[in-house]
């Protein structure tokens, strides 16, 4: 996997489940665990490639301002609207992932992000697809 791709897939998660979710403590917690769990992966793939320092400083602070970047994008839903659990549930269980899962999420998208996305398509969401 190049570090292309790698990106790619942790814009990717990222987008996925904060897309309709809520800045409250539950769901910001969870998905400040998810995106750690995304910057470690991203962090032991580059690690496993021979790298150039350069090609390295370049990427490691956007890493850095990642969890920031998506807690940022999160729209605010309050805890009582129906979407607020299903999006714990479905970040907390991609963060229970294995970095290989968490890289290809389309393909190994966990049931709690599978019922979060039907949710958000029996909405009407134009995020879930």
Not at 88 to 108: K, L, P, T
Request: charged content about 15%; proline content about 4%.
């Amino acid at each position: 996997m190049t570090m292309k791709n790698l990106l790619a897939g942790a814009v990717l998660v990222a987008a996925a489940v904060s897309a309709n979710a809520a800045t409250a403590d539950d769901l910001g917690a969870a998905a400040t665990s998810l995106c750690e769990k995304v910057k470690t992966c991203a962090l032991q793939q580059m690690n496993q490639q021979q790298m150039t320092p350069q090609m390295r400083q370049m990427i490691e602070p956007s890493l850095e301002s990642m969890c920031a970047s998506m807690n940022g994008q999160m729209a605010e839903v309050p805890q009582g609207h129906e979407l607020y659990k299903p999006a714990v549930a479905c970040m907390r269980s991609m963060a229970q992932q294995s970095c290989s899962d968490i890289m290809n999420a389309a393909q190994n998208m966990t049931p709690a992000c599978k019922d979060y996305e039907n949710k958000v398509r029996n909405m009407g969401g134009a995020d879930a697809s």
